[in-house]
């Protein structure tokens, strides 16, 4: 049985074989029927077209071609763990999100699109983030008894991001969080970030620094890039102006998270971005922007402080991609 049949651009929720699919229906056009069936552990998807001159072996969900096709109709039945399907992990959901793309030739008069399909499913008690790669979109980390999470979001920061492909200017929303088990609550904080075009960094990789001095976005004093408010202290929310670099080929973040006291904040411990027509803040505390002042300059930690404070946090190195950052069309 179907769990969902949409033509319009609405959201959709449907609870099928104990699995919740949410389907994101913004991208899709009144020609076209698409119905989903989010099995335990496979997706069913037939896309109904009403164009004669669309192809549907054009269709891609993910990496994967139809299991069949007609002049109408493709029917997809693909395994969770095939097709590059992106997961998430919310608390007791997973969500395992893909892309149906149209792939359009070129004296094709169909024009190409990219609509979003999630399925969430509740949490086993027995799984554990570790089992799976986050990739590209979201990756974890164990360290100890911490888990690292960071990964590229949609534009409210509600779930994962739909595409990793970004115009140039436009904004890239980035979360980075810590789950703690048995520590005392913690600050998350990146203490470091740049892209490369590499996913490891090397001597001759081609660099951009996105955040240095031990917290500061360098990229807000140039661009529309900030730090949001936090929802919680062991999050971090980042949207990051897109930049002229390596454009249209991949791209990787390599970000330090930094999980730490939240009473240890100093000018090496911190979150500090540019505000136009304020300066330099502090993400956590306006009053305390003053440990933002050497973000002009270079933010070294007090000595006395330096070896008792390494038993306060834990550093992460974590990267995020590989995406895009595309021209704009004129």
């Known amino acids: 049985m179907h769990c969902v049949s949409s033509k319009h651009a609405v959201m959709m929720v449907s609870f099928c074989q104990g699995a919740l699919l949410l389907s994101l229906a913004a991208a899709m056009a009144v020609y076209a029927d698409m119905k989903v069936d989010c099995g335990p552990d496979f997706v069913t998807l037939m896309w109904t077209e009403s164009r004669p001159q669309a192809d549907t072996s054009l269709l891609r969900l993910g990496s994967c071609f ?25 608390g007791d959901v997973l969500l395992y999100s893909n892309d149906l793309t149209y792939v359009a030739s070129e004296d094709s008069y169909n024009l190409a699109f990219t609509h979003p399909v999630v399925c969430a499913y509740e949490r086993p008690k027995d799984w554990y983030s570790s089992q799976q790669i986050y990739d590209p979109v979201f990756k974890t980390y164990g360290l100890g008894d911490l888990q690292f999470t960071i990964g590229l979001m949609n534009d409210d920061f509600s779930g994962p991001a739909e595409s990793t492909s970004f115009p140039l200017g436009s904004i890239i929303p980035i979360m980075a969080s810590v789950v703690q088990k048995t520590h005392q609550p913690l600050l998350l904080l990146l203490e470091e970030c740049v892209a490369a075009t590499t996913p490891e960094l ?11 001095n031990k917290g500061c976005l360098l990229e807000s004093v140039s661009s529309q890039s900030k730090f949001e408010p936090r929802q919680k202290s062991s999050e971090m929310r980042l949207s990051l102006q897109t930049f002229k670099f390596a454009m249209g080929e991949e791209v990787f973040i390599h970000c330090k998270l930094l999980a730490w ?58 990267v995020i991609g590989p995406f895009t950052i595309t021209e704009v069309n004129s």
């Open 66 to 90: 139809p299991t069949s096709f007609s002049a109408g109709e493709a029917y997809f039945y693909v395994d969770l763990t095939d097709c590059n399907f992106r997961i998430l992990v919310t």
């Open 261 to 318: 006291d939240p009473n240890g904040l100093d000018s090496t411990k911190k979150a500090c971005h540019f505000v136009k027509g304020h300066g330099w803040e502090l993400l956590d505390n306006l009053a305390q922007s003053n440990l933002c002042d050497c973000c002009e300059s270079k933010c070294k930690s007090r000595r006395q402080r330096s070896v008792a404070s390494e038993k306060h946090g834990m550093v992460q190195k974590a």
């Open 202 to 212: 090397y001597p001759e990789s081609t660099m951009y620094p996105i955040i240095s």
